[in-house]
């Protein structure tokens, strides 16, 4: 079993930063792939972000890509989101995921524990 708490969403202005945390507790926090999925309200559970069990590999959604950073630190069980050059549309509520097996990164079925969401609102 894992236990994810995500902290940091929060209200800003377009073009803006944000640094999300996630931080992880339960078993061995490197054996699990991680990931950022956000959700915003009459949308899909899509993925914004993930990273490797190592941090070495990470993809990204094209809408994101050049403004948002993902990165981990297995000696503390932390994952990070920085978001930064935030738009209007980046609102949502952002989950912190952990996938333990070998499956589709972008799908969140892939994943086998989450966090219970934070709030991120981006005002134009």
């Known amino acids: 079993q894992v236990q994810l708490v995500e902290s940091g969403g929060g209200l800003v202005q377009a073009g803006g930063s944000l640094r999300l945390s996630c931080a992880a507790s339960?078993?061995?926090?490197?054996?699990?792939?991680m990931a950022w999925f956000r959700q915003a309200p009459g949308k899909e559970r899509e993925l914004v972000a993930a990273?490797?069990?190592?941090?070495?590999?990470?993809a990204y959604v094209d809408s994101v890509k050049g403004r948002f950073t993902i990165s981990r630190d297995n000696a503390k069980n932390m994952v990070y989101l920085q978001m930064n050059s935030l738009k209007p549309e980046d609102t949502a509520v952002y989950y912190c995921?952990?996938?333990?097996?070998?499956?589709?990164?972008?799908?969140?079925?892939?994943?086998?524990?989450w966090g219970q969401g934070t709030q991120v609102t981006v005002s134009s």
């Open positions: 990273i490797s069990r190592s941090g070495r590999g990470t």
């Open positions: 995921a952990a996938r333990q097996g070998d499956g589709d990164p972008y799908r969140s079925g892939s994943y086998n524990y």
């Open positions: 339960g078993r061995t926090f490197s054996n699990y792939a």
